[in-house]
């Protein structure tokens, strides 16, 4: 990929855009079960990927109806010689995974899994070692069987999916200018019945706070962000916007080039190790809506999550005020509502009103109804939408659907989080073709051969240990769903949609999703 300097510390980096929908939600360790925990681990996860989702724009309404993509991601380049891989960037998680080749059920994707035997700069750790913890306290839990002797990391997501594996030490690379050392996951397994990611994207990378990226010992490492400014000295300050083709993700600095005006800021709550803010009012079509103590204690700005997903009682006040005052759109509001996808034109667009976030620091985020009512996730329909807002339980998580009608800055080094009206964004990151390679099932990490470089000696193999959600006591997996979907619906209006959309959101009620072809 391309990657641009445009002053001394600041680079920028193209986004590549999946168009079908598959984004995570990690489950990190040490927060207690409470309301919080509801607010952080609960993001929208839309778990089937979508087929032949083609942009483009109606010739004949002002209204953009170009197929919005769901996930982006970058290239990420790690060991040496650089192994290629696609990962999604995401604000809502900080750990960096990607598949290993010995992955024992992972599925097939673009790029060929990671081959610790092909680097030479390959660092493994014993679980018994300092570099997977140097603290007494530390959780007695290592990589699966049958790498248990090693350092091990698992992480598990709401849309049921999972993956656990080995923690290391290798080379990561951005571009030819930004190679750092990390310690990242490499899994040798997928947990649960739901795909990890799709085809075209391998691996995860997050760039929240190091204290979620814990191994499976419960201690925490740099995050790439911490790297970058501890290893190469740029600045803790990243840009993201998001384009239908692309966006561009900008490293040490904020980038005014796809902003309208100047940043308006808002102090970062991040006491829970991700990028929040909080919310001071809301309103719809001018009316103030009663916000809750969640909303106002933290939302979450996650560009791994799709929709925006906020909490039950602002999601009933939302949607009570739009079936009262929805124009023309009555009919195609009500559907979508049941979960259909719907073809929408720009006059009841344009009839639906407009929803106004503000941050504390009086910075507004205004959302049309070109934002809230997503297309492009209806396989092979792009110009059919879905309701982009969810019902979160307590949660309130503002994913791709909220962030992308702005440019946004993340300051760590000033604890705050900016945002300005994007413009001109739709930069497409010049990726490479597929280079996909076999996953083998043994011969890695210590098993065969090329084992040389992991750190202190290996234990004999054991069983695996029962996988945990958390690398400390108290973490308890409160994995409910609620489900929304694309469904089909015989009428003039709506469209019989193969692929399911499947919208998992935190309520307490066991897992029991339902698809309707």
């Not at 680097?119 to 913890?133: A, E, K, R």
């Not at 970058?228 to 692309?246: K, T």
């Not at 929805?326 to 996808?341: E, Q, W």
């Not at 941050?359 to 109804?369: A, E, H, N, S, Y």
Request: charged share 15%; net charge neutral.
């Amino acid at each position: 990929q391309t990657q641009t300097q445009t002053q001394t510390g600041i680079f920028q980096i193209p986004f590549g855009a999946h168009q079908g929908v598959d984004v995570r939600a990690g489950y990190s360790a040490g927060i207690s079960e409470d309301v919080v925990a509801d607010m952080l681990y609960y993001r929208v996860s839309l778990i089937r990927e979508l087929n032949s989702l083609n942009s483009k724009k109606s010739s004949s309404s002002s209204v953009d109806i170009g197929s919005r993509p769901a996930l982006y991601y970058i290239d990420v380049y790690l060991g040496t010689p650089k192994q290629k891989f696609r990962v999604d960037i995401d604000t809502g998680s900080s750990t960096l995974a990607v598949p290993s080749i010995s992955c024992s059920n992972c599925e097939k994707h673009c790029d060929s899994p990671f081959n610790h035997e092909n680097s030479t700069t390959w660092v493994g750790y014993s679980c018994s070692s300092s570099q997977c913890c140097s603290s007494s306290s530390c959780a007695n839990s290592c990589a699966p069987s049958p790498y248990n002797s090693m350092c091990g990391f698992t992480t598990r997501y709401a849309d049921g999916s999972g993956i656990s594996g080995v923690w290391g030490n290798d080379k990561v690379s951005l571009t030819s200018s930004l190679t750092v050392t990390l310690n990242f996951g490499v899994f040798t397994k997928t947990l649960g019945s739901s795909q990890f990611m799709p085809y075209d994207v391998s691996g995860i990378i997050g760039i929240a706070d190091k204290s979620l990226n814990v191994n499976s010992r419960g201690s925490s490492s740099p995050t790439l962000i911490d790297a970058l400014y501890s290893q190469l000295g740029v600045p803790q300050i990243f840009s993201m916007c998001f384009g239908s083709d692309g966006g561009i993700w900008t490293l040490g600095g904020a980038d005014s080039t796809h902003a309208t005006s100047s940043f308006s800021y808002t102090t970062a709550v991040m006491s829970a190790g991700y990028w929040g803010v909080s919310v001071s009012s809301m309103s719809i079509g001018g009316k103030s809506l009663t916000l809750s103590s969640y909303i106002k204690s933290m939302a979450v700005i996650d560009s791994g999550t799709t929709l925006m997903l906020v909490d039950s009682s602002i999601y009933s006040q939302i949607t009570s005020y739009l079936t009262s005052n929805c124009g023309s759109a009555c009919d195609s509001l009500a559907s979508m509502l049941s979960g259909y996808c719907v073809s929408v034109s720009s006059s009841e667009l344009s009839s639906l009103p407009t929803i106004v976030v503000t941050f504390q620091g009086d910075v507004k985020i205004t959302l049309p109804p070109s934002a809230y009512i997503r297309n492009g996730l209806c396989s092979g329909y792009e110009s059919y939408y879905i309701f982009g807002i969810g019902d979160g339980g307590s949660a309130n998580i503002f994913g791709i659907t909220f962030m992308q009608p702005y440019t946004w800055v993340f300051d760590k080094q000033n604890q705050k989080i900016g945002a300005s009206p994007m413009q001109n964004c739709n930069i497409k990151a010049s990726t490479g073709s597929c280079a996909n390679g076999a996953y083998r099932s043994s011969g890695f990490f210590g098993t065969g051969s090329g084992s040389s470089n992991v750190i202190d000696s290996l234990m004999s193999n054991q069983d695996i240990v029962k996988v945990v959600l958390g690398a400390f006591a108290g973490l308890f997996l409160l994995n409910f769903v609620k489900s929304a979907f694309c469904k089909s619906k015989r009428s003039d209006r709506s469209v019989e949609s193969n692929p399911e959309i499947v919208v998992r959101q935190k309520a307490r009620r066991p897992l029991n999703p339902k698809f309707t072809r």
